[in-house]
């Protein structure tokens, strides 16, 4: 518990370094099975705001690599990885294929309206991102049998 509060306080750090490094112990923490339901939530938010924020790439390819780490034993829910799709159209392609996964794992079927605008963006990678996050959710919701 004292690694993710000492990695939680360094994700404010001056030095980009230490923040990243921060990120990467906090995805470490969320790729294990030691966070609870309401910690992986805590950590997960405070990632989401550094990938927002954050004015060095690599930080926020590391914040985002370490959301997706969540995913391995957390459902994390649209509204608290939501706030991502604000910052996804000046996003670099390598975050973006990050983001768009967070929200098709989301496994909501609202995630849908804010991946379909990547179908037809300009880079392919990013096209191709968005489709597999389109059909992740598509997968989820399952067969629709009518009576």
Same mark, same amino acid.
């Given at each position: 518990?004292?690694?993710?509060?000492? *990695?939680?306080?360094?994700?404010?750090?001056?030095?980009?370094?230490?923040?990243?490094?921060? *990120? /990467?112990?906090?995805? /470490?923490? #969320? =790729?294990? $099975?030691?966070?609870?339901?309401?910690?992986?939530?805590?950590?997960?938010? =405070?990632?989401?705001?550094?990938?927002?924020?954050?004015?060095?790439?690599?930080?926020?390819?590391?914040? #985002?690599?370490?959301?997706?780490? *969540?995913?391995?034993?957390?459902?994390?829910?649209?509204?608290?990885?939501?706030?991502?799709?604000?910052?996804?159209?000046?996003?670099?392609?390598?975050?973006?294929?990050?983001?768009?996964?967070? #929200?098709?794992?989301?496994?909501?079927?609202?995630? =849908?309206?804010?991946?379909?605008?990547?179908?037809?963006?300009?880079?392919?990678?990013?096209?191709?991102?968005?489709? #597999?996050?389109? *059909?992740?959710? $598509?997968?989820?919701?399952?067969?629709?049998?009518?009576?």
């Amino acid at each position: 518990m004292s690694d993710m509060i000492t *990695a939680l306080e360094a994700l404010t750090d001056r030095d980009p370094n230490r923040r990243d490094a921060a *990120a /990467d112990t906090l995805g /470490d923490l #969320l =790729r294990d $099975t030691a966070l609870d339901t309401d910690t992986a939530h805590l950590v997960v938010g =405070r990632l989401i705001s550094l990938a927002f924020n954050e004015p060095e790439t690599k930080v926020r390819e590391s914040a #985002l690599n370490s959301i997706s780490e *969540a995913f391995n034993h957390h459902r994390l829910p649209l509204d608290l990885v939501e706030p991502l799709a604000t910052a996804m159209p000046t996003m670099e392609p390598a975050l973006l294929e990050h983001a768009l996964y967070i #929200l098709g794992a989301t496994h909501d079927p609202r995630a =849908r309206s804010l991946i379909e605008p990547f179908l037809h963006h300009p880079n392919p990678q990013v096209r191709e991102d968005a489709r #597999l996050a389109a *059909a992740e959710i $598509t997968a989820s919701e399952g067969p629709t049998h009518k009576s």
